[in-house]
């Protein structure tokens, strides 16, 4: 179960499955390497990479040979090469292919290709790019020559980005090939990436578009996943209870068929055991009250554990266990836990809204500024001007879309970064054009750093309907986007 969660992409459902493991492989150590290495992925996807490192670690103490250890330990090259620790990574895929553990099996031949891949691409990363580039070629040619088609895209993927600042050219056919290959396996997130390449050499903007469109679709079907996931399990919890229930009928029933028994031997015996009668029908209503008893402690529990759970206890306890667990007095620490704490909050208060249907009909006007009201509070006062003089009827759907998740990205990066005390949007046109100009009166940042906390996504969007958006803002003194939208 948490394995297809992976695959489909929701990995703290995935790591509330595996928790659920956890008390079976005290008993039974066959899957703790696998338990550990998947705790590892759901980790390293959620740029938890101290986390990943350790669990990975976890698997290959847990694994009985040599060659069950290499996926873990290719798995923490690969973290390494996140953290942009180029030097472990290479020292660990080096001892991999030292060991020579691999044989001429197809399987084997399929590790060691990936090992290769993953030594190319750490060697060009520290900048040793001959040598990476020998090893990416290497480890392609192995991928081909075992037909191991999906293990190319990984080599395309990762030959795209070497030739991206040498030769646009070919990463762009590294990037096609990695695209058309991902969408033979409709591998979402491949596909992806491969597009981000062509959009960043420039290939055109009908990969936006498609960027767009792959992005919010996969978005859409991962959050009907989850749904699904959660009513299937929700449906056996359900069945159980049932069932549960059932059971207890079935014992109050035969306490009842008990007790008409007993009412006949009253008739029969009369008044001779009328005494013993009393006191064994004292007993038995002593009998019957502790059941119900019983009964009423099940449901009370029962309705308290689901309450607890729909209050989102497993990511509450994640975070109570990071504070116990990691150094408090470290500000990265801290900057962690408050971004775990940020994350449970956001998740209650805000996926529901961001994931909704965008209405583009003749509400939208008043749809834009009820999203944009959301970010009122005590500390922040939203201002929005003229957005009821713009001739919405005139703007396709497909661009009212791209402005109203434009806008709410603004909103998420201001709550997040800028503390701006006053926000100021406001609407212009000219019967061609539509004008937004977001001022705040925040922190500000680098210019530098711009591109960064979601504005690149932004930037896809409105390139993507043909308009322009433009970033300003230093440090102190606040942050500004002026962006432009042919009608």
Known sequence: M???QQINGDYYGSKETLTEVLPYTKKDYNYSAAVNNLFGIADKELSLYNDAIHYYSQAVKGVTDSISAQSPLNN??????????????????????????????????KSKSRVIDNLGFAYFKKGMKEKGLRFLNEGLQLRIQIDDDYGCVGSYLHLAEFYSQTDIQKSNQYAQKAYETATKFNSVDE????????????????YAQKYISINDSIISVRNNFKNKFAKIKYDSK??????????????????????AKYQRTF???????????LIYGRKYYRNKT??????????TETRIAKNIHDELANDVHHAMTFTQTQPLTEEDVKESLVQKL??????????????????????????????????????????????????????????KIAIHRVLQELMVNMSKHSQASVVAVKFESNGKTVFINYTDNGKGTEKDKIIKNGLENMENRIL???????FDTEPDKGFKVKITIPK
Do not use: C, H, P
């Open 2 to 4: 948490a394995n297809i």
């Open 76 to 109: 923490i090259a690969v973290v390494y090469i996140k953290q942009k620790k180029y030097d472990d990574a290479i020292k660990t895929l080096e001892s991999i292919l030292n060991k020579k553990v691999f044989d001429d099996k197809v399987t084997s031949i």
């Open 191 to 206: 596909r992806l990436k491969a597009i981000s390449f062509l959009i960043s050499n420039g290939a055109g903007t009908k």
């Open 238 to 259: 359900k069945e159980k209870d049932e069932n549960q229930k059932l059971r207890l009928e079935k014992v109050e029933n035969l306490l009842s068929l008990q007790e």
């Open 267 to 277: 008739s029969i015996l009369g008044i001779i055991i009328l005494f013993g009668v």
């Open 290 to 299: 502790r059941i119900e008893k019983i009964k009423t402690a099940y449901d």
């Open 342 to 399: 940020d994350d449970i909050y956001s998740r209650v208060r805000g996926i529901s809204r961001e994931n909704n249907d965008i209405d583009t009909g003749e509400n939208y006007a008043n749809n834009i500024k009820q999203m944009l009201a959301t970010y009122n509070n005590s500390a922040t006062n939203i201002i929005t001007r003229n957005i009821e003089k713009i001739n919405w009827d005139g703007i396709d759907e497909i661009k």
């Open 464 to 470: 993507a309907i043909k308009g322009t958006i433009t």
